[in-house]
């Protein structure tokens, strides 16, 4: 089991910036792939940013360029920067854990609000 905790959520104006951050229960040395999602009112849940054990990146269309994902295992923990924030990036984010290929464990989400 991995319990997952986000921070770093709030209220911020179009074209600001938020850092939130992912601190795990236990090593995710290991862990084969460590993500950040969000979820928008009304609409799914869909992938923001992740990053491998071996650091390779991948990013959704919409943030490339302004968001940047990390992970520090010696911290257990992986970040998300976000800056030029627009409306459209409001959501609640989720940190998600990826084990393995065959589980995963999601945070409780924290909230971005970002006003025009």
């Known amino acids: 089991q991995v319990q997952l905790v986000e921070s770093g959520g709030g209220l911020v104006q179009a074209g600001g910036s938020l850092r939130l951050s992912c601190a795990a229960s236990?090593?995710?040395?290991?862990?084969?792939?460590m993500g950040w999602y969000r979820q928008a009112p009304g609409k799914q849940r869909e992938l923001v940013a992740t990053?491998?054990?071996?650091?390779?990146?991948n990013y959704a269309d919409s943030v490339k360029g302004r968001f940047t994902i990390s992970r520090d295992n010696a911290k257990k923990t992986v970040s998300l920067q976000m800056n030029s924030l627009k409306p459209e990036d409001t959501a609640v984010y989720y940190c998600?854990?990826?084990?393995?290929?065959?589980?995963?464990?999601w945070g409780q989400g924290t909230q971005v609000t970002v006003s025009s």
């Open positions: 998600k854990a990826e084990p393995s290929s065959w589980n995963y464990y």
């Open positions: 236990r090593s995710i040395f290991n862990f084969n792939t």
């Open positions: 990053i491998t054990s071996g650091g390779s990146t």
